[in-house]
Protein backbone atom coordinates (compact mmCIF):
# COMPACT_ATOMS: atom_id res chain seq x y z
CA UNK A 1 0.00 0.00 0.00
CA UNK A 2 1.27 3.84 -0.78
CA UNK A 3 2.66 4.44 2.66
CA UNK A 4 1.28 8.22 2.20
CA UNK A 5 -2.38 7.32 1.13
CA UNK A 6 -4.66 10.70 1.38
CA UNK A 7 -7.98 11.52 -0.11
CA UNK A 8 -6.02 12.64 -3.59
CA UNK A 9 -5.49 8.64 -4.26
CA UNK A 10 -8.43 7.30 -3.53
CA UNK A 11 -9.97 6.15 -6.83
CA UNK A 12 -13.39 7.03 -8.39
CA UNK A 13 -16.46 5.85 -6.92
CA UNK A 14 -19.41 5.89 -9.50
CA UNK A 15 -21.40 3.04 -9.32
CA UNK A 16 -20.73 2.22 -5.45
CA UNK A 17 -23.17 2.41 -2.55
CA UNK A 18 -22.19 3.08 0.37
CA UNK A 19 -24.02 3.49 3.59
CA UNK A 20 -22.26 5.74 6.58
CA UNK A 21 -23.72 5.98 10.03
CA UNK A 22 -23.41 8.69 12.36
CA UNK A 23 -23.02 10.78 9.06
CA UNK A 24 -24.42 14.17 10.47
CA UNK A 25 -21.13 14.74 12.05
CA UNK A 26 -17.43 14.31 12.60
CA UNK A 27 -15.60 11.76 10.96
CA UNK A 28 -18.92 9.82 9.53
CA UNK A 29 -19.83 13.52 8.00
CA UNK A 30 -16.13 13.52 6.20
CA UNK A 31 -16.07 9.97 5.15
CA UNK A 32 -19.16 10.47 3.68
CA UNK A 33 -18.44 14.42 2.00
CA UNK A 34 -15.24 12.39 0.47
CA UNK A 35 -17.12 9.29 -0.43
CA UNK A 36 -19.65 11.13 -2.62
CA UNK A 37 -16.98 13.92 -3.90
CA UNK A 38 -15.60 10.42 -5.44
CA UNK A 39 -18.95 9.59 -6.89
CA UNK A 40 -20.31 6.95 -4.65
CA UNK A 41 -23.88 7.60 -3.80
CA UNK A 42 -24.00 8.21 -0.10
CA UNK A 43 -26.75 6.81 2.51
CA UNK A 44 -26.05 9.11 5.77
CA UNK A 45 -27.50 7.27 8.55
CA UNK A 46 -28.57 9.86 11.40
CA UNK A 47 -30.52 10.35 14.40
CA UNK A 48 -30.87 13.40 14.29
CA UNK A 49 -32.85 14.53 11.72
CA UNK A 50 -32.30 18.69 12.01
CA UNK A 51 -28.67 17.67 11.76
CA UNK A 52 -28.87 14.61 9.08
CA UNK A 53 -30.76 17.08 7.07
CA UNK A 54 -27.94 19.67 7.10
CA UNK A 55 -25.15 16.82 6.60
CA UNK A 56 -27.29 15.92 3.61
CA UNK A 57 -27.56 19.00 2.46
CA UNK A 58 -23.67 19.72 2.82
CA UNK A 59 -22.96 16.33 1.51
CA UNK A 60 -24.93 17.01 -1.45
CA UNK A 61 -23.11 19.98 -2.60
CA UNK A 62 -19.80 18.15 -3.14
CA UNK A 63 -21.56 15.06 -4.45
CA UNK A 64 -20.34 14.40 -8.26
CA UNK A 65 -22.33 11.35 -8.97
CA UNK A 66 -25.85 10.24 -7.56
CA UNK A 67 -27.69 11.72 -5.22
CA UNK A 68 -27.61 11.16 -1.61
CA UNK A 69 -30.24 10.35 0.49
CA UNK A 70 -30.55 10.42 4.45
CA UNK A 71 -32.00 7.11 6.48
CA UNK A 72 -33.08 7.65 10.13
CA UNK A 73 -31.12 5.73 12.02
CA UNK A 74 -30.72 5.01 16.08
CA UNK A 75 -28.58 3.27 16.92
CA UNK A 76 -29.56 2.83 20.46
CA UNK A 77 -33.25 1.59 19.82
CA UNK A 78 -33.22 -1.94 18.18
CA UNK A 79 -36.71 -0.98 16.71
CA UNK A 80 -34.87 1.80 14.91
CA UNK A 81 -32.30 -0.47 13.70
CA UNK A 82 -34.69 -2.68 12.23
CA UNK A 83 -36.40 0.14 10.40
CA UNK A 84 -33.35 1.52 8.89
CA UNK A 85 -32.23 -1.91 7.84
CA UNK A 86 -35.36 -2.21 6.11
CA UNK A 87 -35.37 1.11 4.44
CA UNK A 88 -32.06 0.69 3.27
CA UNK A 89 -32.78 -3.19 1.89
CA UNK A 90 -35.50 -0.79 0.07
CA UNK A 91 -33.36 1.79 -1.69
CA UNK A 92 -30.57 -0.19 -2.71
CA UNK A 93 -32.53 -3.13 -4.37
CA UNK A 94 -30.59 -5.02 -1.88
CA UNK A 95 -27.35 -4.22 -3.64
CA UNK A 96 -25.13 -2.23 -0.72
CA UNK A 97 -21.66 -2.41 -1.79
CA UNK A 98 -19.58 -1.04 1.96
CA UNK A 99 -21.76 -0.32 5.12
CA UNK A 100 -19.36 1.86 7.64
CA UNK A 101 -19.97 1.11 11.07
CA UNK A 102 -18.64 4.96 11.83
CA UNK A 103 -21.22 5.86 14.71
CA UNK A 104 -20.29 6.30 17.80
CA UNK A 105 -21.16 7.64 21.42
CA UNK A 106 -18.65 8.54 24.04
CA UNK A 107 -18.03 9.06 27.84
CA UNK A 108 -22.03 9.99 28.88
CA UNK A 109 -23.07 9.69 32.05
CA UNK A 110 -24.83 5.70 32.96
CA UNK A 111 -27.29 5.20 31.18
CA UNK A 112 -29.49 3.09 28.98
CA UNK A 113 -30.77 2.91 26.02
CA UNK A 114 -34.06 1.89 24.40
CA UNK A 115 -33.73 -1.66 25.08
CA UNK A 116 -32.16 -1.58 28.22
CA UNK A 117 -28.10 -1.42 27.78
CA UNK A 118 -25.84 0.40 29.27
CA UNK A 119 -25.67 3.31 27.04
CA UNK A 120 -22.30 3.16 25.07
CA UNK A 121 -22.18 -0.99 24.79
CA UNK A 122 -25.98 -0.92 23.62
CA UNK A 123 -25.00 2.48 21.13
CA UNK A 124 -21.32 1.25 20.05
CA UNK A 125 -21.84 -2.45 19.75
CA UNK A 126 -25.03 -3.95 19.71
CA UNK A 127 -27.09 -1.74 17.72
CA UNK A 128 -24.00 -1.79 14.82
CA UNK A 129 -23.66 -5.33 15.33
CA UNK A 130 -26.96 -5.80 14.64
CA UNK A 131 -27.56 -3.66 11.68
CA UNK A 132 -24.64 -5.41 10.14
CA UNK A 133 -26.50 -8.81 10.48
CA UNK A 134 -29.85 -7.06 9.47
CA UNK A 135 -27.68 -6.03 5.92
CA UNK A 136 -26.19 -8.99 5.04
CA UNK A 137 -28.80 -9.66 2.17
CA UNK A 138 -28.68 -6.12 0.74
CA UNK A 139 -24.51 -6.70 1.23
CA UNK A 140 -24.27 -10.08 -0.71
CA UNK A 141 -25.67 -8.38 -3.75
CA UNK A 142 -23.27 -5.88 -3.85
CA UNK A 143 -20.28 -5.80 -5.93
CA UNK A 144 -16.98 -6.88 -3.63
CA UNK A 145 -18.98 -5.57 -0.49
CA UNK A 146 -17.27 -5.12 2.64
CA UNK A 147 -18.45 -3.98 6.41
CA UNK A 148 -15.96 -1.41 7.90
CA UNK A 149 -16.14 -0.85 11.52
CA UNK A 150 -14.45 1.52 13.79
CA UNK A 151 -12.46 0.69 16.50
CA UNK A 152 -10.59 3.01 18.89
CA UNK A 153 -7.12 2.95 20.64
CA UNK A 154 -9.26 3.26 23.76
CA UNK A 155 -10.08 -0.55 23.10
CA UNK A 156 -6.07 -1.29 24.29
CA UNK A 157 -6.49 -2.29 27.85
CA UNK A 158 -10.03 -2.80 28.13
CA UNK A 159 -12.20 -6.02 28.65
CA UNK A 160 -15.12 -8.01 27.96
CA UNK A 161 -17.61 -8.03 30.81
CA UNK A 162 -19.19 -11.08 29.14
CA UNK A 163 -21.11 -11.93 32.36
CA UNK A 164 -21.90 -8.38 33.39
CA UNK A 165 -21.70 -6.62 29.62
CA UNK A 166 -24.10 -3.61 31.21
CA UNK A 167 -22.38 -2.70 34.40
CA UNK A 168 -25.36 -3.71 36.21
CA UNK A 169 -23.38 -4.75 39.29
CA UNK A 170 -20.24 -3.07 40.89
CA UNK A 171 -18.95 0.51 40.31
CA UNK A 172 -19.84 2.20 36.82
CA UNK A 173 -16.93 3.67 34.99
CA UNK A 174 -17.48 5.90 31.52
CA UNK A 175 -14.32 5.50 30.49
CA UNK A 176 -14.37 1.57 30.79
CA UNK A 177 -17.68 1.22 29.21
CA UNK A 178 -16.52 2.66 26.19
CA UNK A 179 -13.03 0.62 25.99
CA UNK A 180 -15.05 -2.25 26.11
CA UNK A 181 -17.72 -1.09 23.64
CA UNK A 182 -14.55 -0.37 20.81
CA UNK A 183 -12.75 -3.87 21.72
CA UNK A 184 -16.52 -5.53 21.25
CA UNK A 185 -16.29 -4.30 17.96
CA UNK A 186 -13.04 -4.71 17.30
CA UNK A 187 -13.85 -8.64 18.23
CA UNK A 188 -16.72 -8.50 16.45
CA UNK A 189 -15.16 -7.24 13.09
CA UNK A 190 -12.72 -10.07 12.94
CA UNK A 191 -15.50 -12.71 13.53
CA UNK A 192 -17.72 -11.58 11.60
CA UNK A 193 -14.73 -11.91 8.86
CA UNK A 194 -13.60 -15.64 9.83
CA UNK A 195 -17.53 -16.71 9.44
CA UNK A 196 -18.06 -14.95 5.89
CA UNK A 197 -14.70 -16.97 4.99
CA UNK A 198 -16.34 -20.28 6.52
CA UNK A 199 -19.48 -19.51 4.33
CA UNK A 200 -17.75 -18.81 1.35
CA UNK A 201 -19.16 -15.22 1.11
CA UNK A 202 -17.59 -12.84 -1.21
CA UNK A 203 -18.06 -10.25 1.10
CA UNK A 204 -15.80 -9.44 3.63
CA UNK A 205 -14.69 -7.57 7.14
CA UNK A 206 -12.32 -4.88 8.06
CA UNK A 207 -11.45 -2.80 10.72
CA UNK A 208 -10.11 0.88 11.02
CA UNK A 209 -9.63 3.38 14.08
CA UNK A 210 -8.73 6.97 13.71
CA UNK A 211 -6.06 7.34 16.14
CA UNK A 212 -6.34 10.36 18.28
CA UNK A 213 -8.83 12.51 16.46
CA UNK A 214 -10.08 15.58 17.92
CA UNK A 215 -13.96 14.87 17.33
CA UNK A 216 -14.74 17.24 20.36
CA UNK A 217 -15.84 13.84 21.82
CA UNK A 218 -12.85 12.87 24.17
CA UNK A 219 -12.46 15.36 26.63
CA UNK A 220 -15.70 14.64 28.87
CA UNK A 221 -14.85 11.38 29.33
CA UNK A 222 -11.01 11.33 29.57
CA UNK A 223 -10.78 11.33 33.31
CA UNK A 224 -12.45 8.52 33.74
CA UNK A 225 -10.41 6.35 31.12
CA UNK A 226 -8.68 3.96 33.33
CA UNK A 227 -5.75 3.27 30.64
CA UNK A 228 -3.09 6.17 31.97
CA UNK A 229 -1.81 6.83 28.26
CA UNK A 230 -5.29 6.70 26.71
CA UNK A 231 -6.48 8.84 29.07
CA UNK A 232 -3.49 11.42 28.43
CA UNK A 233 -4.00 10.74 24.77
CA UNK A 234 -7.69 11.87 25.43
CA UNK A 235 -6.78 14.91 27.28
CA UNK A 236 -4.24 16.32 24.59
CA UNK A 237 -1.46 16.08 27.44
CA UNK A 238 1.06 13.99 25.58
CA UNK A 239 3.11 16.26 22.98
CA UNK A 240 6.60 14.71 21.32
CA UNK A 241 8.50 18.30 21.38
CA UNK A 242 6.15 21.16 20.36
CA UNK A 243 4.33 18.76 18.34
CA UNK A 244 0.61 17.83 19.34
CA UNK A 245 -0.38 14.26 19.13
CA UNK A 246 -4.09 15.52 18.16
CA UNK A 247 -4.97 15.04 14.22
CA UNK A 248 -7.88 17.01 12.05
CA UNK A 249 -10.79 15.03 10.59
CA UNK A 250 -9.51 15.06 7.07
CA UNK A 251 -6.20 13.52 8.77
CA UNK A 252 -8.36 10.96 11.12
CA UNK A 253 -11.18 9.76 8.50
CA UNK A 254 -8.33 8.31 6.06
CA UNK A 255 -8.16 4.99 7.87
CA UNK A 256 -11.83 4.33 7.12
CA UNK A 257 -11.46 5.81 3.82
CA UNK A 258 -8.73 3.53 3.00
CA UNK A 259 -10.60 0.55 4.32
CA UNK A 260 -13.71 0.97 2.31
CA UNK A 261 -12.08 1.57 -0.67
CA UNK A 262 -8.68 0.25 -1.48
CA UNK A 263 -8.61 -3.00 -3.99
CA UNK A 264 -5.90 -4.61 -1.57
CA UNK A 265 -7.85 -4.61 1.35
CA UNK A 266 -8.36 -7.95 2.47
CA UNK A 267 -10.88 -9.70 4.84
CA UNK A 268 -9.63 -9.29 8.45
CA UNK A 269 -7.62 -6.07 7.70
CA UNK A 270 -7.21 -3.55 10.00
CA UNK A 271 -5.53 -0.07 9.65
CA UNK A 272 -5.11 2.91 11.58
CA UNK A 273 -2.61 5.99 11.37
CA UNK A 274 0.87 4.88 11.17
CA UNK A 275 3.02 7.72 13.13
CA UNK A 276 3.44 7.94 17.01
CA UNK A 277 2.16 4.40 18.23
CA UNK A 278 -1.08 4.80 15.64
CA UNK A 279 -2.38 8.56 17.06
CA UNK A 280 -1.74 10.04 13.75
CA UNK A 281 -0.32 9.93 10.16
CA UNK A 282 -1.38 7.84 7.14
CA UNK A 283 -3.33 4.78 6.96
CA UNK A 284 -1.14 1.58 7.24
CA UNK A 285 -2.30 -1.83 8.24
CA UNK A 286 -1.95 -2.80 11.97
CA UNK A 287 -2.23 -5.30 14.10
CA UNK A 288 -5.63 -5.97 16.34
CA UNK A 289 -5.08 -6.20 19.62
CA UNK A 290 -4.45 -9.67 21.56
CA UNK A 291 -7.50 -9.94 23.22
CA UNK A 292 -9.91 -8.88 19.88
CA UNK A 293 -8.16 -12.15 17.97
CA UNK A 294 -9.17 -14.64 21.29
CA UNK A 295 -11.54 -16.91 19.92
CA UNK A 296 -13.15 -18.38 22.69
CA UNK A 297 -14.01 -14.85 23.60
CA UNK A 298 -15.45 -13.76 19.97
CA UNK A 299 -17.76 -16.80 20.12
CA UNK A 300 -19.06 -16.01 23.70
CA UNK A 301 -19.44 -12.53 22.60
CA UNK A 302 -21.04 -13.63 19.10
CA UNK A 303 -23.37 -15.76 20.86
CA UNK A 304 -24.64 -13.00 23.33
CA UNK A 305 -24.81 -10.43 21.43
CA UNK A 306 -27.55 -12.63 19.04
CA UNK A 307 -29.26 -13.13 22.60
CA UNK A 308 -29.41 -9.77 23.15
CA UNK A 309 -30.36 -8.20 20.59
CA UNK A 310 -32.47 -11.11 19.69
CA UNK A 311 -31.27 -10.77 15.54
CA UNK A 312 -30.51 -14.11 14.53
CA UNK A 313 -26.52 -13.85 13.41
CA UNK A 314 -26.35 -13.66 9.57
CA UNK A 315 -22.82 -13.76 8.34
CA UNK A 316 -23.27 -15.53 4.79
Known sequence: MNRRWTEADLADQTGRTVLVTGANSGLGLRTAEVLAGHGARVLLACRSAERGAAALERVRSLASGAEPELVPLDLADLASVRKAATTVRELTGDALDVLVNNAGLMGPPKGQTADGFELQFGTNYLGPAALTWLLMPA??????????????????????????????????????????????????????????????????????????????????????????????????????????????????????????????VEGGDYYGPDRLFGARGHPTKVRPLAAARDLATATALWDLTARLTNVTPDPQ
Open 139 to 264: LRGGTAARVVTLSSMAATGARIRLEDPNFEHGRFNTGAAYGQSKLADQIFGLELDRRLRAAGSPVISVLAHPGYTETGLQTGMAKSYPNPVVRALMLGTMHVGNLVLAQDLAHGALPQLYAATQPD
